[in-house]
């Protein structure tokens, strides 16, 4: 779907459908694939993407996700030229929210990973990715879209866990960093300190 059909779905019946999420903007990426039978969907893994780093407001994550990306737009494209990635969902700094990969299927955004005593956390996580440079600060309205988008998840799938990508592989990824206010987010989203990573 090119970037300039992409348009929010709506049904009065449900706020789901085959893992799409009917208020957030679809944009189907091709970069997933079904998880393993049996798949126990428990964890939202939280990362920080900007493309250029530190460039906001434009539609190169969206490109990217979608394999579309022009790697002689900016020199750092062609460092990432061939990569296959994805994310579930996308918070743009204005909080615009979109999904690429049915919540379903796996969606390619954690790599080599363990948590909760489980490796692959692509196989059992939903991944969303925040508009930001890992280690800076977050907008009020990406977690006013996190505060309605993690009730809306967990009312779906049994989400027991939320954490960073630097939780999930660490010494590999850093991101989101410590510019993520997890007290802020905690608070917002009403849960206890079992559901977040160790302090």
Sequence with gaps: MPLESASVQ??????????????????DSPNFGLRPPGAHIDLIVLHSISLPPGVYGGIQVQQFFTNQLNRERHPYFKHIEGLKVSAHFYIQR?????????????????????????????????GIELEGLEGETFENAQYATLQELGPALMQQYPITHIAGHEHIAPGRKADPGPGLDWVRLQKALGLDDRYFPTK
């Design 10 to 27: 709506n049904s009065p019946c449900s706020l789901w459908r085959d893992g799409w999420l009917q208020y957030a903007k679809r944009l």
């Design 94 to 126: 204005n909080g615009a929210l979109w999904q690429f990969v049915s919540c379903d299927h796996r969606a390619w955004h954690a790599g080599v990973s363990s948590y909760r005593g489980r490796d692959n956390c692509n196989d059992d996580s939903i």
